[in-house]
């Protein structure tokens, strides 16, 4: 008798768990509240959507660089409908293409309602046209995602505050913005708002703080040279009413002193959090703390229910680790293959210039006492970089001493959330140095930046200065 599944969520790691849990065989049913959701946060309020204005910003950045590359043409005007409907055709675009493939299987239903547990086995769905229905499934995965998360900041409930979900609807440019957050999600829309002429102002504790500790340094810099003007070691305690803005004051961390900062708009942008309202996860004896608890298999405290991406206590908050979840989970339930093992997630950040990372930083070879070597390449030294006026940023690499296995790599510079997969590919296959270092990389191409730091950790990097 074939087993059913059921998924809850169609974001990125709800439906990739369907399809792949319908390629091997299993009847699926997909819930999720409407159609328009296909996708989740990452299709149609995040990933895609601040894509779509970095391309928009990226070439926002060439304009404003025009003298520098010979070009002559005095002002340009960005048309803030446009940016808008381009990327909600984009979101459309890519929507009907995740439509067409859920309904390309025959054994997976999509059905459009919200979903509660009545039991472990069993799960009750209020359906968007009306009336309920219910379905029992051998498995049952929970891929509901998460919200954007609002600290209690006096004042954060006023009026036309923004998160990310409201700022990547508005269909203009501001004249300026507040940034509450200098995490992943505050610097992409800063970068972004900042090359489109928005007067952006960051107010945060830290400057990516899940990053090396190297980049963390650097990163100000970049920033402050672009025009964002960085409030750092700062949190924000008071938002007040400025006319037609807002005024956000901000305590200095370790001083008695405040800072306070003016904007036409203000985004809020310090997290995000689980999402299992409605769920009734109790109903289901499943356990909660921040987040849903699951073991090293990805299955709850009710047994043949699992969680996967951000629902999940202590979550990356990555479309591509939610999604490789839920493929390994569907893979190890019908093949009955080994533990789930999913320790290498590249992240990406899309600012100027881009940072990426994958593996362990610096610190945490220190703190955990590995015997490591590091290397550090410049795209200064990289003929591509250059020809791109794209020279600033670095490629580093931790290694373990012996040079057997790379351990990390962290990239900040043009093109490096493209560059970072080099790395995660040598990690999760325990590569050598020597066996990297082997790899022809052609020439002129930004990758040669990652072998010149891979040879560099073999005192053979042709285009770096001997160490003194």
Known sequence: MTKKIIVIGAGPGGYETAIRAAQLGLDVILIDKDKKELGGTCLNRGCIPTKTYFKNAEIANSFNRKEEFGFEFDNYNINGKRLQERKNEVVTQIRSGIEFLVGSYKNLELIEGLASFVDSKTIKIALKEGGERE???????????SVPFVPPIKGADLEGIMTSDELLDIDYVPESMAIIGGGVIGLEFGCIYNELGTKVSVITNEVLGSADEEIQKRMPSFLKKAGIELIKGARASLIEKDGEGYKVTADIIGKDKTKEVSAKTLLIATGR??????????????????????DENLETTAKGVYAIGDVIKNSMQLAHWASFQGVSLVEKLVKGSSEIVIDVVPAATFSFPEVSQVGIT?????????????????FSGNGKAVSLGEAEGFVKIIAKEDLSEILGVHIVGPHANDLIHEGAIAIANKLSVSDIAKVVHAHPTLSEAFMEAVHQLEGASIHSAPAK
């Open 135 to 145: 379905e029992t499934a051998d498995y049952i995965v929970i891929a509901t995602g």
């Open 273 to 294: 959090r689980p999402f299992y309202d409605g769920l009734n996860l109790e109903a289901a004896g499943i356990e909660v703390d921040r987040g849903i608890v699951v």
């Open 362 to 378: 610096e610190q945490e070879a220190k703190e955990k006492g590995i015997k490591y070597v590091k290397s550090k390449f410049n």
